[in-house]
């Protein structure tokens, strides 16, 4: 992954290179490479367009492409609560509640998070936050720019298996929760966003 900034000085970088060129070889009257310069030149100037419009803050090739073309979303099934305490805010996104592991055909299933397995056997990682983000879409939040490991891999604790936090989110700290989902009718499993937090306060 890149982030868009990073590409955008990169291709505006190589486009003057390509303009300085094509001064040169008019000037030069080096046609032959005429038409392929302007090609480069043509090509790069739908790139920077595209990189000065999008709202990808970090590019992937899984979120270019579906930047450019959107994929076929359902409407997850979820519940909003919110809570307050003495230090912060939260907003509660609930995808499966409780023990709910299975649902009927009727409720649409709850959005699958693509993991890593760690080397351990035990524990899961979010290398491409992508399937996250597109989640994070429908509700209107911001995107994360980065994956990052589960939790418990970094305290040791328990209570944190299944659970993945980004200190570094825009309206705070975002937790994200998750469960094996399986449905009855087709008994296919997949690990799940079980819950989406979004609390104002920074760990």
Do not use: C
């Amino acid at each position: 992954m890149i982030s868009t900034s990073l590409a955008t000085n990169i291709v505006t970088a190589l486009l003057a290179i390509n303009v300085i060129w094509l001064i040169y070889i008019l000037f030069r009257g080096h046609t032959e490479s005429l038409v392929r310069t302007i090609i480069f030149i043509v090509l790069l100037g739908i790139i920077l367009g595209y990189l000065q419009s999008t709202r990808l803050t970090v590019l992937s090739f899984k979120a270019v492409k579906n930047d450019l073309f959107p994929p076929d979303i359902p409407e997850y099934y979820y519940t909003v609560s919110e809570s307050d305490t003495l230090y912060s805010h939260r907003t509660i996104y609930t995808f499966i509640s409780g023990d709910q592991l299975d649902r009927n055909s009727t409720v649409p299933a709850p959005p699958e998070l693509k993991l890593v397995m760690d080397p351990n056997g035990r524990t899961f990682t979010i290398e491409d936050p992508e399937s996250l983000n597109l989640v994070l879409d429908q509700l209107k939040l911001p995107r994360v720019s980065h994956g990052v490991k589960e939790l418990v891999t970094v305290t040791g604790n328990q209570t944190d298996v299944g659970v993945y936090r980004w200190d570094d989110y825009p309206l705070g700290t975002l937790i994200v929760e998750r469960a094996l989902f399986q449905q009855k009718n087709t008994l296919q499993s997949y690990n799940a966003i079980s819950r989406i937090i979004v609390d104002s306060r920074r760990y």
